[in-house]
């Protein structure tokens, strides 16, 4: 079964630190292009970051910059959002996908909140 599957979000205070992981099944991660998007309550859902494949570099919305960071591991088949310097804005679901396969998974829901 194709599938995409997230986890690691949470409650957090600010200024503090999430990793979430993003499992795929089905296929090999190191062979497509990886996205991160979020979705905030009545706001439209946003790119966040995305790796592509070989050595290309990440790349990153201007408001994750500097605090976020994507990484893969492709014996894991997994790839990850390192989340640093969290903020009341970056409170939403967020959801990982493979675009060229048109995938994407359930969402994982991040909090920031003291």
């Known amino acids: 079964q194709v599938q995409l599957v997230e986890s690691g979000g949470g409650l957090v205070q600010p200024g503090g630190s999430l990793r979430l992981s993003c499992v795929a099944s089905?296929?090999?991660?190191?062979?497509?292009?990886m996205n991160w998007y979020r979705q905030a309550p009545g706001k439209e859902r946003e790119w966040v970051a995305g790796?592509?494949?070989?050595?290309?570099?990440?790349s990153y919305a201007d408001s994750v910059t500097g605090r976020f960071t994507v990484l893969r591991d492709n014996t894991k088949n997994t790839v990850y959002l390192q989340m640093t310097s969290l903020n009341v804005d970056d409170t939403a679901k967020y959801f990982c996908?493979?675009?060229?396969?048109?995938?994407w998974g359930q969402g994982t829901q991040v909090t920031v909140s003291s």
């Open positions: 790796i592509g494949t070989g050595g290309s570099r990440p």
């Open positions: 089905g296929f090999a991660v190191g062979g497509y292009v």
């Open positions: 996908t493979a675009p060229t396969m048109g995938l």
